[in-house]
């Protein structure tokens, strides 16, 4: 059977559930889910945007935005899959000590700005 991933409506309940290494998923605006994974290949998380979110030219803004600053966006990965749904993913280290300094960087590629 199949568990679905339960949604929270926080990123503290995000981070709370991580620390449990229970996969969830976030919307954290119209068009915009972040998911932590939880599985076999460790904690994942991954910032997925709609093509309703994207204005023209977004993937590419966001190649250019990763390339200049290789040092900060260091580990964030990008895709865009067949439904243009763009996602901005990385690993997480295993201990789950600064979880959010971690996803910090997935916002910031995506230029969203992160509320505390």
Not at 70 to 95: F, K, M, T
């Amino acid at each position: 059977m199949n568990n679905p991933c339960p949604q929270v409506t926080s990123l503290a309940a995000l981070l709370s559930l991580l620390q449990l290494r229970q996969s969830c998923r976030w919307q954290v605006a119209q068009g915009v889910e972040l998911h932590a994974l939880c599985g076999e290949r460790g904690r994942e998380v991954m910032l997925n945007l709609q093509t309703t979110f994207q204005p023209p030219g977004f993937y590419q803004q966001l190649l250019t935005r990763r390339a200049q600053r290789l040092d900060v966006y260091d580990g964030c990965y990008l895709c865009l899959n067949r439904d243009r749904v763009v996602s901005c993913w990385r690993q997480l280290p295993e201990s789950a000590v600064n979880d959010k300094l971690h996803i910090a960087p997935l916002f910031s590629l995506a230029g969203i700005f992160l509320a505390d």
